[in-house]
């Protein structure tokens, strides 16, 4: 096991600047990397769109027969080892498969769901016995897989969970009392890792199939979108399971559930991206087509600026997407476990569970605005069913949902930075004096992305103090502060993801390319960000102190976030124009650097 380099370590990214040249972008996508996407685009196009209205009226079978058909070809095994039947590939290529599965969410949720949350636990977790039985059909797709952890009365709350397993007398079995609620996949899924407390207290994750006699569904429930998935109740009544169906030891299910969801979350993330990539294609080509006042929609600023703010959120969601699969890929490949199932699992699933919480939150937030801007640039018929913004909108709704809710994300974020600090793993910089220094240079510095580098360094730094600062403030009841945490932890985001962009432009550039239009996403962010981070600044500023405290908190506020504003309005206008000229986000992100690899 090889000692892995600093950036490769979880939050590390608010330590200190990374080198463009260290991060993965999709630039640096392989031809066979994009072949295994673009086999996934064909099939979507071909096979899964021509049935869209089926598929939303959850015709008999289809939806299975066309999960069966992405099982054929390939595009389940990604991730599971070969040894088991499957191609041993890591997150770069899966993130790219996800986005365009994701082009329609439901079908993208049924694929996800089974590929991530429901395969993952018996990929990382199983016995070799375990692994040998399931894993070969998982990743053909000849059986599929839920996970079910949600039950009526706990969802964020997910370890109050009422299920109970009970050992056998005989010691052969346990016995699975308990409902699941909102399993994606219930309806049709064949093998369940299903959560339950053994004694009333150690939560255990088990292996369940359908077939086992005491294992019954509650219908399909009536979603406001992803219509084309299943979500039902999963009822557990007397249900006997074997022994050898104990996944990862008793009393090991939380680490299961929790590490697992980490993955979940960046898989949400690259879905979130397909989703918002064709929302982007298809309202750039609405607004090129319909005319009013004698002109195409295009052409009028307030769509353009829709166009180029929708291109540079959904640019930085790309941009942040491969550069953590990349990081998670490298230290999967390490092989380092953690003793902390039985067997160990990778440390590479906790790892970034911080970038992967960003991920889930900032994509989600990006698609579902991106997916509305597109209903509204198609006007009334964007309120109708005959466009697809409409269940685009609806179906993009889920995602701050599931997965750990938005709200618990963002608390996840500061939280899990403590709890790193505290065990050592994670160092908080020493004061920050020196940044009013930095500030006048900050302000006068003339190349923009020099300056965009400069402002996230002193945000990285802000973000930091005022971390510690809460936890110093309110010691072991900072979890109480959930608005500052919140706050703080919305800071955090947008840092992540504005330097993604600004990394994935700056190798652009490292690599001979002009990279206009990538700068321009970067600065339309970076303006927009500025703003954000100010006033979440200010928010725990003013909630955390008053008087004379308060005041130098601001003062710091301020000193620490310089910025010269950009012509953001010249800027999204020259997005939006190269966006019409190119059709789509892809060729658009994509236009200034082509594949080297
Ligand atoms: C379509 C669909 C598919 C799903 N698929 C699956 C699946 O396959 N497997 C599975 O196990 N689960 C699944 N879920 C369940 C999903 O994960 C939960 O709905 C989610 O975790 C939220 O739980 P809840 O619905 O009980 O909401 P609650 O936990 O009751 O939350 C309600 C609101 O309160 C907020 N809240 C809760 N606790 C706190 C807190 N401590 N601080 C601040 N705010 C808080 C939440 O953010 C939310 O806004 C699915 C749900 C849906 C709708």
């Known amino acids: 096991m090889n000692q892995l380099p600093s950036h490769l370590t979880g939050g590390h990214f608010l330590l200190g600047e990374t080198d463009p040249n260290l991060v993965f972008t999709p630039e640096d996508l392989s031809t066979e990397e994009q072949q295994i996407t673009e086999t996934a685009e064909r099939f979507m196009d071909r096979e899964v769109f021509p049935r869209l209205d089926a598929l939303e009226h959850q015709e008999p079978g289809l939806a299975v027969k066309l999960f069966k058909q992405t099982g054929e070809l390939g595009l389940f095994a990604l991730e599971v080892p070969e040894e088991y039947g499957g191609l041993g590939l890591g997150k770069i290529v899966a993130t790219g498969v996800a986005a365009q599965l994701s082009r329609l969410s439901g079908f993208g949720v ?14 990382y977790f199983g016995t070799e016995l375990q692994k040998q039985k399931y894993l070969p059909k998982l990743a053909t797709g000849e059986l599929m897989a839920a996970y079910c952890l949600s039950e009526t009365g706990s969802g964020s709350d997910a370890l109050g969970m009422k299920t109970k397993a009970t050992l056998s007398p005989d010691g052969t079995h346990y016995v699975l009392n308990g409902t699941k609620m909102w399993i994606t996949n219930a309806g049709w899924a064949d093998l369940f890792t299903v959560f339950a407390k053994v004694d009333g207290e150690n939560v255990t994750a088990f292996l369940v199939e359908r077939n086992f006699p005491g294992v019954s569904f509650g219908k399909e429930e009536h979603k406001l979108g992803i219509k084309t998935s ?6 557990l009544d007397i249900v006997c399971v074997p022994v050898e169906n104990v996944l990862g030891g008793v009393g090991n299910g939380a680490y299961i559930a929790f590490n697992i969801l980490n993955f979940g979350r960046f898989s949400l993330g690259a879905g979130a991206v397909g989703g918002a990539a064709d929302m982007i294609r298809t309202a750039t080509k609405y607004a090129l087509e319909r005319q009013q006042f004698g002109k195409p929609l295009a052409s009028f ?23 953590t699969a990349a990081m998670i890929d490298a230290v999967m490949a390490n092989g380092e476990q953690l003793d902390l199932t039985d ?20 994509c989600s937030e990006a698609l ?11 006007g009334g018929y964007g309120f109708t069913e005959e466009f697809t913004p409409a269940r685009a909108t609806r179906d993009a709704r889920i995602n701050r949902i599931f997965e750990g809710t938005n709200e618990i ?36 510095e003339t190349n923009p992305l020099q300056a965009v580098a400069n402002l996230l360094r002193e945000a990285k730094q802000l973000a ?28 955090i985001i947008e840092i992540y993801m504005v330097e993604s962009a600004l990394l994935r432009t700056l190798k652009a550039i490292g690599r001979g390319h002009t990279a206009g239009v990538m700068t321009d996403l970067t600065m339309s962010l970076m303006n927009g960000s500025v703003a954000r981070i100010a006033q979440r600044a200010t928010t725990v500023a003013v909630a955390m102190a008053s008087g004379e405290e308060k005041d130098s908190y601001l003062k710091l506020v301020r000193s620490m976030l310089p910025w010269n504003p950009v012509n953001e309005v010249e800027i999204n206008r020259r997005i ?22």
Do not use: W
Request: aromatic fraction near 6%.
């Open 343 to 362: 067997p160990p699992f990778p440390r590479g699933m906790e790892e970034f569970a911080i970038e992967c919480s960003i991920i889930k939150v900032s």
């Open 110 to 123: 049924t694929c996800g769901a089974h590929s991530g949350i429901g395969t993952m636990p018996t990929s």
């Open 464 to 491: 930091l103090l005022m971390t510690a600062a809460a936890a110093s403030k309110f010691g072991k009841s900072v979890s109480d502060q959930q608005e500052i945490l919140a706050a703080i932890s919305d800071i």
């Open 230 to 235: 299943s979500t039902r109740r999963v009822v």
């Open 368 to 378: 579902y605005s991106v997916a509305d801007e597109a209903l509204q640039i198609h």
């Open 301 to 323: 600023g307030l769509i353009q600026q829709k166009l180029g703010e929708m291109s540079a959120r959904t640019f930085a969601a790309e941009s942040a997407i491969y550069r």
């Open 409 to 444: 994300n963002r608390l996840f974020i500061p939280g899990t930075l403590l709890r790193r600090v505290q065990r050592g793993r994670f160092a908080f910089p020493a004061a920050a004096e020196a940044s009013a220094k930095v500030s006048v240079r900050i302000a006068n």
């Open 576 to 597: 939006a124009m190269r966006l019409c000229e190119l059709g789509s986000f892809s060729l658009l992100a994509g236009s200034e650097s082509p594949v080297v690899r």
